[in-house]
């Protein structure tokens, strides 16, 4: 992987920590599909409000990719805000709570799952629609690509993944006017090869999940995020700010992920065979 964080090497700092947090939807009454990785949006509200106590400042992707690029010091107690997917509930609950104070987000979003013209209906629950994304950028979201349907990239073949990568970002470039320069993998999955498309695909950085705190020494193209969910409750949520105990907080997580590995290795050839001509 030395390849895909040579950029930083210069700049290198072991001991910087970002956390940044991956929501979902946030919703009073999310559907079965989504209740686990919702939030309600009274505990949105309290959780901005939990950062601004604290003293934390939120940026977005882009700009932690381009301090750590450029060796620019981080502000103080640097904080970052992603959702994945596009629910109607983030412009709905979140943008107000995140207007109130002033604080910028990151939006990766599923092209295919959008209320529009390029609708797939594979959405799990009711989403945005693209004049709501547009008035998400425009209140300082920045808007990040997710893919277009939301598939394992690296159980695809090349011609597949090509296709999601590049579809949804020309997607986006075309409603927004903008090119997205952040991407998410869905699911948290990638492997050297799929990180390797997503670069040459345009984008400048990349998110995964794997419930640990943001380094320098990730690269670019694998930067960690921790899980906020609807379980997530005060105490937890601050830890979670705070980077501390997230091993344990994240253990059994890691746990049934490093069990699934295991049985995604195994079909992963054979998906990328069958896939190939997709």
């Excluded at 030395?2 to 009454?29: G, N, S, T």
């Excluded at 075309?174 to 670069?199: I, N």
């Amino acid at each position: 992987m030395a390849e895909e964080y040579e950029e930083y090497k210069e700049y290198e700092d072991y001991d910087a920590r970002v956390p940044i947090l991956m929501y979902h939807a946030v919703a009073a009454e999310p559907n079965d599909a989504t209740r686990v990785l919702s939030v309600t949006p009274e505990a949105f509200a309290e959780q901005m409000a939990a950062i601004a106590d604290r003293g934390s400042t939120p940026i977005d992707t882009a700009e932690l990719a381009a301090a750590w690029r450029s060796g620019r010091p981080l502000p103080k107690r640097p904080v970052l805000i992603t959702f994945d997917d596009g629910y109607e509930g983030v412009h709905r609950h979140a943008l107000p709570a995140l207007a109130k104070h002033g604080f910028p987000a990151t939006l990766f979003v599923t092209t295919g799952w959008l209320r529009g013209p390029y609708d797939t209906g594979g959405a799990l629950d009711t989403m945005l629609d693209w004049d709501q994304v547009r008035e998400l950028a425009a209140g300082g979201v920045e808007i990040g690509g997710h893919s277009h349907t939301h598939p394992q990239l690296d159980q695809l073949g090349e011609q597949r993944l090509r296709f999601e990568l590049i579809h949804c970002k020309e997607i986006v470039a075309d409603q927004l006017g903008s090119v997205p320069a952040s991407f998410a993998y869905p699911y948290g999955y990638s492997d050297r090869r799929v990180r390797r498309a997503v670069r040459e695909t345009g984008y400048a950085q990349a998110l995964a999940v794997g419930n640990g705190l943001a380094r320098r020494a990730q690269g670019p193209y694998a930067l960690r995020r921790v899980t906020v969910r609807r379980s997530t409750g005060p105490d937890e949520f601050a830890r979670l700010v705070e980077g501390r105990a997230i091993a344990r907080t994240f253990a059994r997580d890691r746990a049934l992920t490093k069990g699934y590995a295991v049985l995604r290795r195994t079909r992963q050839v054979r998906g990328r065979v069958s896939g190939a001509g997709a």
